[in-house]
């Protein structure tokens, strides 16, 4: 009764919401969408008619898009154990794929029971917006993020430190490679200047409490322990905590950052192959158009 009651008021909260996207969408196409076919993906992998899109059944539609892309990546590959690792801007994503998309029917997110079919995610808040803080005598890694607004230290806007800042102390993240998008005019490179003078500040007080001399590019290290560390957690929930062994499987990374982290989760799981599609950016996008047409009914 409770997972069912909490399912109905997430529904009540969220669908009108929901509907009202929905309706806004279709009237900005105006003729055309009575042209085209509008579907909308679900948590449980598949795509839903317009009128029949509800809240509880969409709380993990984009992570379910690309777990349709790893199980049309393993069928094409012929290897059907893979770990799907999918590390955007706000969190990471994991799933295993072992023949079969995983399915459960009742899921605990953000404290709220769901009962609701979906794919068999687990999510930690270690993104490459999550925010990096001292705090209490540790390294902390999210849950806060910085969005993509103000987003990380180095888009210029004044934002925090983040993930996505200590790869680019580290050397990982070039600005030379990236367009000249960014700043309050978006026609600025990313800044590694201020990313170093922000590390350098933030040393400081870690050294005086902990006693211990620290420097920039070893407190960034630090913070990426930290955050390789619950990404790993995250995958052994899926893996280790149902019986499978993680080196079994081949390591599948998308979104926009899991493939900067693929080498040291896979040494830290046991990992030997890493895979990382042509389409990474967007296999989500991807998978949501790859995936059919599915409504459950369940008395």
């Known amino acids: 009764f409770v997972s069912r009651g909490d399912t109905t008021v997430v529904d009540a909260y969220l669908t009108p919401l929901l509907a009202r996207y929905v309706r806004a969408l279709r009237e900005s196409l105006g003729r055309r969408h009575r042209e085209a076919r509008l579907e909308f993906m679900q948590s449980n992998g598949?795509?839903?008619?317009?009128?029949?899109?509800?809240?509880?059944?969409a709380v993990l539609s984009g992570p379910a898009g690309g777990l349709v892309a790893t199980a049309r990546i393993a069928e094409d590959l012929g290897r059907p154990k893979l770990i799907a690792f999918d590390m955007g801007g706000t969190s990471t994503d994991v799933a295993l794929y072992d023949g079969a998309l995983p399915q459960r029917f009742e899921t605990l997110v953000a404290g709220v029971r769901l009962q609701a079919p979906m794919?068999?995610?687990?999510?930690?808040?270690?993104?490459?917006g999550s925010v990096l803080a001292f705090a209490g005598g540790r390294l902390r890694v999210g849950p806060q993020s910085a969005g993509s607004s103000p987003g990380p230290a180095c888009y210029r806007n004044g934002g925090p430190l983040t993930v996505t800042d200590l790869q680019v102390l580290l050397g990982r993240i070039r600005p030379e490679d990236f367009p000249a998008i960014f700043g309050a005019r978006g026609d600025q490179s990313l800044d590694a200047a201020i990313v170093r003078r922000q590390f350098d500040a933030l040393a400081k007080p870690v050294a005086t409490e902990t006693g211990v001399a620290t420097d920039a590019e070893r407190l960034a290290s630090g913070?990426?322990?930290?955050?390789?560390?619950?990404?790993?957690?995250?995958?052994?929930?899926?893996?280790?905590?149902?019986?499978?062994?993680?080196?079994?499987?081949?390591?599948?990374?998308?979104?926009g950052a899991a493939p900067q982290h693929a080498c040291r989760v896979a040494d830290a799981l046991g990992c030997t192959e890493i895979l990382i599609h042509p389409l990474a950016g967007v296999l989500s996008a991807w998978g949501i158009g790859l995936a059919d047409r599915r409504l459950m009914r369940r008395k």
Request: with cysteine; glycine share 10%; net charge negative.
């Open 223 to 255: 913070f990426l322990d930290v955050a390789i560390e619950s990404m790993t957690r995250a995958i052994r929930h899926v893996s280790v905590q149902q019986g499978h062994d993680p080196a079994d499987f081949a390591l599948c990374c998308y979104g």
């Open 46 to 57: 598949g795509l839903v008619a317009p009128e029949a899109f509800r809240a509880c059944h």
């Open 119 to 128: 794919m068999n995610i687990h999510t930690v808040a270690a993104g490459g």
